[in-house]
């Protein structure tokens, strides 16, 4: 990381907006949140060779096929008949039926849906022909999410998918035509990623064409800035350093490639979060080119504040650093009190990698939680003792406990809310005991300030679900279990 402006990402970027209601981008959203296409963009300016131009098909459900071309006006009285039926509409469209940014109507129909709709994410699907020419009109528009359709990353390639490209009212063809085309789609991509949009690529597999040809378009794509984050935290923390004037030069995270590796040894300092795997990495990087590193936590208000504080004082950012600090905190601390009110005094099961018990007990505690029994299955001693030196007098801590443990613990300390990974969602289901899953995210992230109002909605949303008061009230008793407890038999009527 150096102390200098942010202008552009290396390698990777990383887009800076919500995708948590997004059902193309968050699995979470797929079944909870809704989207609608409006076709009002029929011309096309290529020819694929695998295209039939008949988008009134009944036996079609692509988001580009429909019966009909509908104008601008049309295309919004549609989206608010929708958006009266179904609140959970999120996501406004234009996907065809031929190239979105080869019809004016497009950008009049986002343009005008801008202020009408603000709270719908407006995306929008193309070729890319013409992305470069149009990126300023699109950002203008307020479209933040963009599907671009690459099949090809080379021309000799693309030659066999594409008959003819049109462009600026004239008309190539082979070579001349697919140099043209994958030249704006890489350069649309990329200028796209920096304006902070969630870009998606999509590719169309053509046996015996392109089929052992895609593994390149999407490494190609991809370092070109097409949208691929692992559980997203980065969203919600980077531009916090990027705020006071820091320029983040790499990124060693799950989803980087070897290039965006290879120069993080120039970095003036680095920042270390996971505090297991990435500090052996840090210490080597100290040990052969003297790159000195800091240790933080991005979980809950507090900690975030302080990584932010610590790295600023680094590079003589202090000031700088407690504006942002500031803002954000104000942005979200009457979400904060508002979930506090709800979650005063929940008791709290965590049962997750070393590190993230002892991130997380400061973090439960902001909410107005306690932390009263605390589990890891890769906890170092060092883990332990910061488990130890934050958990309330009285709490219980266990290492590795197996299936019949966690039902020990869940049925005799009665927690009101169970913290852990996906394996253990169906015990604590079965037991009546909310759940939140904390290793992979269901609908987070939860790091940075933002990531804190997220989790503590989950959090709220788990304990308060109307399925405990049906479950509490229907549910037949459980009938008497005979189960060793600690070496001796006990029964359970």
């Given amino acids: 990381m150096d102390a200098s ?92 039926p031929g190239d979105a940014l080869a019809n004016s109507a497009t950008l009049t129909t986002f343009e005008r849906a801008y202020d009408e709709f603000p709270h719908l994410i407006r995306c929008l699907s193309t070729n890319g022909l013409l992305l470069p020419d149009q990126i300023d009109a699109i950002e203008q528009a307020g479209i933040t999410t963009l599907t671009i359709t690459i099949n090809a990353v080379d021309p000799a390639i693309a030659e066999q998918i594409y008959a003819h490209v049109r462009y600026r009212g004239k008309t190539y063809r082979g070579r001349e035509a697919c140099t043209l085309l994958l030249r704006n789609q890489l350069t649309g991509l990329r200028e796209a990623a920096l304006r902070g949009m969630a870009v998606k690529v ?82 080597m990087t100290k040990e052969k080119y003297g790159t000195p590193y800091i240790n933080v936590t991005l979980w809950g208000i507090k900690n975030m504040a302080k990584a932010l504080r610590d790295t600023a004082a680094f590079f003589g950012l202090e000031a700088r650093a ?18 506090r009110q709800h979650l005063q005094g929940k008791r709290v099961f965590i049962y997750q990698g070393g590190p993230r018990v002892w991130h997380w007990i400061e973090l439960l505690r902001e909410l107005g939680m306690e932390t009263e029994t605390a589990a890891t299955t890769f906890g170092h001693m060092d883990d332990y003792e910061k ?41 604590a289901y079965k037991m009546g005991v909310p759940f939140v899953n904390g290793h992979t995210y269901d609908t987070g992230p939860y790091a940075g300030f933002v990531g804190m109002v997220n989790f503590a909605r989950d959090i709220d949303k788990a304990l308060h679900a109307p399925v405990w008061n049906i479950v509490h009230q229907h549910a037949r008793p459980a009938p008497a279990a005979r189960h060793a407890v600690h070496g001796s038999e006990e029964v359970e009527s």
């Avoid at 202008?7 to 970027?13: I, L």
């Avoid at 983040?248 to 799950?254: E, P, Q, V």
């Avoid at 070897?258 to 040894?265: A, P, Q, R, S, T």
């Avoid at 709490?395 to 990974?421: K, Q």
């Fill in 5 to 96: 402006s942010a202008g552009s990402c290396q390698g990777v970027c990383f887009p800076n907006i919500d995708l948590s209601t997004h059902p193309c981008y968050s699995r979470a959203a797929h079944f909870r949140f809704g989207r609608i296409h409006v076709p009002v963009a029929p011309r096309c300016n290529i020819q694929c060779n695998y295209c039939i131009r008949r988008y009134a098909c009944p036996n079609e459900n692509r988001p580009g096929v429909t019966m009909r071309v509908a104008s601008p006006d049309e295309a919004l009285q549609t989206v608010r008949h929708a958006v009266a039926r179904d609140p959970r509409l999120r996501v406004l469209g234009v996907a065809g």
């Fill in 202 to 283: 999509n590719s169309v597999l053509i046996p015996g064409v392109n089929d052992h040809h895609l593994i390149d378009v999407a490494r190609t794509v991809k370092d070109h800035g097409a949208y691929y984050n692992i559980k997203n935290d980065i969203r919600t923390f980077e531009y916090l350093f990027e705020a006071p004037g820091l320029r983040i030069i790499a990124r060693f995270t799950g989803n980087v490639s070897v290039d965006d590796l290879k120069i993080m040894h120039k970095a003036a300092l680095n920042i270390v979060h996971c505090q297991r795997s990435a500090t052996y990495i840090a210490d």
């Fill in 322 to 339: 407690e504006e942002v600090i500031a803002r954000e905190t104000a942005r979200i601390q009457p979400y904060i009190d508002a979930y």
């Fill in 387 to 427: 488990i130890f030196n934050q958990i309330a007098e009285g709490a219980l801590v266990i290492d590795n406990p197996n299936v019949p443990e966690i039902e020990e613990i869940l049925t005799r300390r009665r927690p009101d809310l169970f913290i852990s990974g996906n394996k253990e969602r169906y015990l």
